[in-house]
């Protein structure tokens, strides 16, 4: 909850706690010292305070990213895109240092492992050579594992058109959002911003002609939730 919404929470319950008291007097005509009125007061403001503020909080949402040999700042990074990430505030994120006690966990996988998750389901380029995705794994009963490809990771995909940096955010934040519960969105006229499609599209695959492909969470993106989601 931000600073200005906590004020207004505050000032609306004070006004309202006013009004409730000074009819609870007239109507039982007790009549009571200022300060004894104030005190009263003041501990009912601090309570409703509590109450509201632990409602109106979103659940916090943790997450791990494992260490990588292949790419040493590969954490630092992920770290940095998702603290960057509107998705921080907007879900209460937070990295925690024990994968078994987060959430969401995330790791940087080797292509040749990745492969076995591929095979049933092999998906290609027009010009013959397979697209390689990054996965989410999860279930209602199962935590959401999030497996970077490497190649992607470190070199990019021309396809998508975006840069190296550019990618890598898109990547991220695109299996963080799988991971959220979040599904995948068509980019069209009515998805996309300013010609952007939005993340949750398969950039990876490329975008449709006359779009350029997005690496931001679009509105669109909130719209369209996973069935087997785990949060």
């Known amino acids: 909850m931000s600073t200005n919404t906590i004020n207004e929470t505050v000032k609306s319950i004070n006004y309202t706690v006013d009004d409730l008291l000074n009819k609870t007097f007239n109507t039982i005509h007790v009549v009571l010292p200022d300060w004894a009125k104030t005190l009263i007061k003041l501990i ?6 509590v109450v509201i503020t632990k409602i109106i909080k979103p659940r916090q949402i943790t997450y791990y990213v494992y260490d990588s040999t292949i790419d040493p700042t590969f954490a630092k990074d992920v ?16 990295c925690v240092n024990d994968p078994h006690a987060a959430d969401i966990t995330i790791k940087l996988k080797k292509r040749q492992e990745m492969d076995k998750w591929h095979e049933e389901d092999k998906q290609y380029y027009p010009d013959g050579r397979q697209i390689r995705f990054s996965l989410t794994w999860q279930g209602k009963e199962h935590k959401p594992r999030i497996y970077i490809d490497d190649q992607n990771w470190l070199n990019g995909v021309k396809e998508s058109g975006l840069t190296l940096e550019q ?43 006359g779009f350029r492909c997005g690496y931001k969470p679009l509105p669109a993106d909130y719209t369209l939730k996973l069935d087997n989601r785990y949060i």
């Open 44 to 49: 009912l403001v601090i309570i409703l305070v």
């Open 167 to 209: 990618y890598k955010e898109y990547v991220i934040i695109h299996e963080l959002m799988h991971g959220l519960g979040f599904d995948h969105q068509p980019c069209n006229e009515t998805t996309a911003v300013n010609g952007v499609c939005p993340i949750m599209t398969q950039s990876t695959r490329g975008c449709p002609k």
């Open 79 to 94: 770290k940095n895109i998702i603290a960057q990430s509107e998705l921080t505030p907007k879900y209460n994120l937070l």
